[in-house]
Nanobody, 121 residues
């Protein structure tokens, strides 16, 4: 069984920084891609950034130049470094894993439980 554990959320002032982490664990799986989404209060969940197994990152326009996604393949962990945070970045941030399962011989997706980021003075 594959599991995701997120960490790193919290309260930060505008202009500040936070780093989120998402670690995948389990057996008989290979990571295809990992991504971060966020959901602000009373809004839909939106894609923020994603990174492929080759380390290629993509970002939604609103975070380009401020957020950086990276991964540590040895630790099956993806990070989201968030700089120059704005109040509109306040949301619950979710990690999403797309992986190949050797048990089912097919791909599958898994969501983390989310970590709250609050940007406020």
């Amino acid at each position: 069984q594959v599991r995701l554990v997120e960490s790193g959320g919290g309260l930060v002032q505008p202009g500040g920084s936070l780093r989120l982490s998402c670690a995948a664990s389990g057996s008989a799986f290979d990571i295809i891609s990992m991504a971060w989404y966020r959901q602000a209060p009373e809004k839909q969940r939106d894609w923020v950034a994603s990174i492929t197994s080759m380390g290629v990152g993509n970002y939604t326009n609103s975070v380009k130049g401020r957020f950086t996604i990276s991964r540590d393949n040895a630790k099956n962990t993806v990070y989201l470094q968030m700089n120059s945070l704005k109040p509109e970045d306040t949301a619950v941030y979710y990690c999403k894993l797309k992986y190949y399962s050797w048990r089912i011989e097919g791909s599958a997706e898994l969501w983390g439980r989310g970590t709250l980021v609050t940007v406020s003075s």
